[in-house]
């Protein structure tokens, strides 16, 4: 098969494009330039290593559309966004995708640390991801997204994979991309400074109050895109105790903080895409595992449909710091995604 491979110039999508070489496809690298930081030097180093060609297809327009005024509008609502989903959806394979059909290659391929499932006959078939056999590494959660006309070109070299077995292995081979760090977390802001990023481009987010559960002030804040629901360090407020961010309300400008991060069994998702299975009817009910966050482990769940395409969740056992903005993805078989949403309301009873 002829398949173009996303390179970022790190370990995982040499390796990726390395393996696919050893099965005896005919491959060709691709760099989609999102942004002044977009490795692409590193990308072609790591082409060159392996003998393969490279294309460099310029996306950064379709960036800034896409990723970065929803990352900006969801700081300044009082949430927390995660921009690689949404890059990834909307920008990154749905531009590799559609570079791959305008040249005539067969399928798409990345090294994320995930699965792409076939599920069902005929028909009846779906495409769905899947838990990456290195769970320490396993990028499911970040793929939630991506719908099954995508899903059923991708290839996911690495998904059966261990990371510290590809560096070996890379090493071995001379590779350059072998010691590479792995990528930072918002490839666009390198430095790590997301509130300086937002104001410079939309002016500074004014100060307020932190409040406690009452309402009383405590103290001053800086700005609420600085903060995020479970926070505890940095907030410049003494309290002769430990201290946690337990809700952000962006009409008021208010922050509240508690001595005790309340515990959280039901919130509210929108922003409703199934991959696994077909979509809920309102009232449904559907058992499963899910994952509030990024790290966080799989917790068992039952997931309600409710009118206008929302869910309403219930988690077996409480979870803390369930921030809006953030998504949850379910999985069926603790492994596969049956879908993911973004949280919208944090537990009813308490906000």
């Known amino acids: 098969m002829r398949i173009l491979v996303g390179m970022s110039g790190g370990i995982d999508s040499t390796y990726a494009a390395l393996k696919l070489i050893r099965e005896g496809h005919s491959v060709t690298g691709a760099v989609l330039r999102m942004h002044p930081y977009t490795e692409t030097a590193a990308a072609e180093e790591s082409c060159r290593d392996l003998g393969i060609p490279i294309i460099v297809k310029d996306v950064e ?46 399928m798409i391929a990345t090294g994320h640390y995930a699965k792409v499932a076939r599920l069902g006959e005929g028909d009846e078939q779906r495409w769905a991801i899947s838990r990456a056999a290195d769970l ?90 600085r903060y995020t629901v479970g926070q505890r360090k940095g907030l410049g407020v003494a309290a002769g105790a430990r201290i946690f961010v337990t809700d952000i309300d962006p009409e008021t400008n208010r922050i509240r903080l508690e001595h005790e991060m309340p515990e959280c069994r039901t919130f509210v998702l929108s922003d409703v895409r199934y991959s696994g299975i077909a979509p809920l009817r309102e009232g449904e009910v559907l058992s499963a595992y899910v994952k509030i966050r990024y790290q966080a482990p799989l917790r068992r769940c039952a997931v309600r449909a409710l009118a206008g395409g929302e869910v309403e969740v219930t988690l077996e056992e409480g979870a803390r710091a369930i921030a809006k903005g953030q998504s949850a993805v379910f999985y069926i078989e603790g492994s596969i995604v049956l879908g993911g949403f973004i949280n919208s309301i944090a537990d009813p009873s308490h906000v």
């Open 136 to 225: 320490a590494k396993d990028q499911s959660y970040m793929l939630w997204r991506l719908p099954e006309e995508i899903l059923c070109r991708l290839i996911l070299p690495l998904g059966d994979m261990a990371k510290e077995q590809i560096r070996t292995d890379a090493r071995l081979l001379g590779i350059a991309a072998a010691d590479r760090a792995d990528s930072q977390e918002i490839c666009f802001i390198p430095d790590g400074d997301y509130a300086s990023y937002i104001e410079n481009r939309v002016g500074v987010c004014p100060e307020g109050d932190f409040v406690d559960r009452d309402g009383r002030v405590i103290a001053r804040h800086k700005g609420i895109i």
């Open 61 to 106: 327009a379709l960036f800034n559309e896409r990723v970065i005024p929803n990352f900006i509008s969801e700081y300044k609502k009082g949430r927390t966004p995660n921009p690689c989903i949404i890059c990834n959806s909307d920008v990154k394979f749905r531009a590799l995708l559609d570079l791959a059909d305008e040249l005539g290659f067969d």
